[in-house]
């Protein structure tokens, strides 16, 4: 860790600690959420998007301004089919893509809300590992291990395990997995398919919604966070992206850095009101999410909602 | 897998495991602080949703909560709030051994077989109609090797085997199956069952659609109010796959529960599926199996053989996951320096 970000997390942790809670709403003002505002909008999105819910997470960590049975949100085994960088690839060939943090720029919800159909061309555009940015000069190692620790000697050998009856590769009823079987671990297919949990907390030094990653490989072992940079818009990874310990989980876990959501969610919030919507803050949550979606274009996580923003695309 | 009409064996895919890195960090501090060199088993809770996703199935999936947190939670069974429809308690049982010889010695097939056996006596007892949980049990065997902070484990979900094996005719989209005013139907029961804090995580039940297409889900336990009515009748249960052509592995209890519990042939079965939380009749499937077993398969003392033990990779073989890099104290103070 850099020091400058060590000395700010010091810094932050220190406000945290000395300072209350937001009560007072500024959400029109600064784009920010107080505490009850994060609850009650948190308490929407899980009614509307039953897939997100609330957790308690480790009871050492709980926030005492937060309610003890919703400290932050979060959704499971989300899919996220292919790497974020070969995406890009296909925008930069169709024409190029619309970076949210561009100042000039106000058309934020244009290009990543509805990347160019997927599955009719899934097919045809096969990530190249040869293109991953991150991947480079770091080639990708068999998925396993990853994770899977350097001292391979402890690993028990399979003869060990060879039982008489009953396996469940010669059982009839058992649908024998063809893919896991057919195909090495470092095939491109396989690869493409990782899960996340995405989760969202309350920063309250940002005093804005944070989202965290955690990414599981094909066969649903854990990802390094470094890995999780792939799948997070390159223009972010390592950026607005970094690695952090997560405030009510274990371990480290990548993060959208929180210090523009204000400014970003003021901007959403006045495109709004200038078009004649008047934001709730009950959406706050699903503005959010679609404005993360440009950081992390390919998981699938569930925001939708039928209302209407007045997007550029749209109205 | 079948060509409509056409019967071949009904195939099921097995569940997939997956571990949150909580679930290891509980692990190690209860090793450490709680247990010592004891040994003997506990009983976790691990946690499962029907598939949300057309493209990936759902897991089951172990969090630091399906652990208890002290030894004294230690004596009793889990105590896991319930109503969260995301998380649908599944009972399970840990062996975690103090050395990895110990790991290696251990007698699989047997303790699967008395896994097995624990379902076929609940079914019989009953008790599996009134905690539909109890039909899908799993066993997790461990080594938490803490000197290195890595896990060797293995999972097993146990299945009774019906012999010979059923036999599928007829397995289509469930928006296929029904027509279009009844599965609106069977799409607002469901929803409703699963939005209700009481019936959230109960993962398997019975659809009852009556002759003008309006469906009603009840619980497992009014089997006999059921066969009172001269309603369609299927047996539903939350699908945790995503394939077209096959029904997860949930499904292998419960057609054992219906063959030798209530005596069926012939089961028609709903694959219950969502799409972003709801009910999606697009990826539910239904089918009808048919279950030829002899009379003998059914007796109480007779357990049936049981197959269940996770393939890591299509081997069988254990997983290990290290995570020095997250627990390690001198690569943590290395990493923070």
Known sequence: MVLSQKLHEAFKGTVERITGPRTVSAFKEKGVLSVTEFVSAGDNLVSKCPTWSWEAGEPSKRKPYLPADKQFLITRNVPCLRRAASVEEDYEAAGGEVLLDNEDDDGWLATHGNPKDKKSDEDENLPSMDTLEISSNKPIQSISSYFGGDDDEDIPDMADYQEPDNLIETDAATLQSTYLVAQEPDDDNILRTRTYDVSITYDKYYQTPRVWLTGYDESRMLLQPELVLEDVSQDHARKTVTIEDHPHLPGKHASVHPCRHGAVMKKIIDVLMSRGVEPEVDMYLFLFLKFVASVIPTIEYDYTMDFDLGSSSGS | MAEQ????VLQLAPF????DEGFWHRLSSLKLNEL???DSPISITGFYAPCSHSQ???HLTLLAESLPSTLSELSSEPVISRGNRNRCPVPGLLYNTNTLEDFRALDLQSLLKAEGKKIWEDIHSGNAEKNSALLSRFLLVSF???KKWSFHYWFAFPALALKPPATCVGLRKASQYFSPETAQSVSAACNEWRNSSLTADVPFFLVSVSSDSQATIRGLHEWDACQAESNELLYGFYDPCHLPNNPGWPLRNLLALICARWNQSSVKFLCYR????????ELSLVGEALISVAEDWKRPENVP???GWELN????????ISLAKSMDPTRLAVSAA
């Open chain 2, 274 to 281: 969502e799409s972003r939380g709801f009910a999606d009749m």
């Open chain 2, 5 to 8: 009409g056409s019967s071949t």
């Open chain 2, 144 to 146: 938490a090797d803490l």
């Open chain 2, 36 to 38: 010592g060199i004891n």
């Open chain 2, 56 to 58: 990936v199935s759902n």
């Open chain 2, 313 to 320: 990779k299509g081997k069988r073989l254990p997983r290990c």
């Open chain 2, 305 to 307: 053989d049981v197959v």
């Open chain 2, 16 to 19: 997939q495991s997956m571990v």
